[in-house]
């Protein structure tokens, strides 16, 4: 993966970690040992969230399935990002909810981000930091 345009626009938690597991982007350049500390940290977080789980296509379905909804592009990210699984959450992440989006709107987006959004996998996340702790190893000798 290549950075083609820094700043170009939001990420979501699943790009960023994935390139912060991209072995072409850790190779390339020698990194100091703050940044391969940062880059553990923050992939040792995200690999314990659900975006570890998720996939392009995975994302590619969930914002196709949230069009119905008429959310911004921001409320989006968040609701890709958090996987809400109650009702108060999906208030605090869409703007004027109660003025947007019926009870009913609310529950369904609920059903369709927990049919379509994977939960945290303990045993995915526990691999993914051993492999990010193995990369950032690497990169700091």
């Not at 100091?32 to 789980?53: D, F, H, Q």
Request: aromatic letters at 4%; charged letters at 25%; one cysteine or more.
């Amino acid at each position: 993966m290549e950075v083609l345009e820094e700043n170009a626009g939001m990420l979501s938690d699943y790009e960023v970690f994935a390139l912060l597991n991209d072995p072409n982007l850790t190779q390339k350049r020698k990194q100091n040992k703050r940044l391969s500390t940062i880059r553990y940290e923050v992939t040792k977080y995200l690999a314990g969230t659900a975006c570890a789980a998720q996939s392009p296509e995975i994302i590619e379905r969930v914002i196709k399935a949230l069009e119905p909804f008429s959310l911004t592009k921001a409320e989006k990210l968040q609701l890709l990002n958090t996987r809400p699984t109650a009702p108060v959450e999906i208030h605090l992440i869409v703007e004027e909810c109660e003025e947007r989006l019926t009870e009913e709107m609310v529950e369904r987006l609920l059903e369709v981000l927990q049919a379509n959004l994977p939960e945290a996998s303990t045993t995915a996340a526990a691999a993914t930091v051993a492999a990010a702790a193995a990369a950032a190893a690497a990169a700091a000798a």
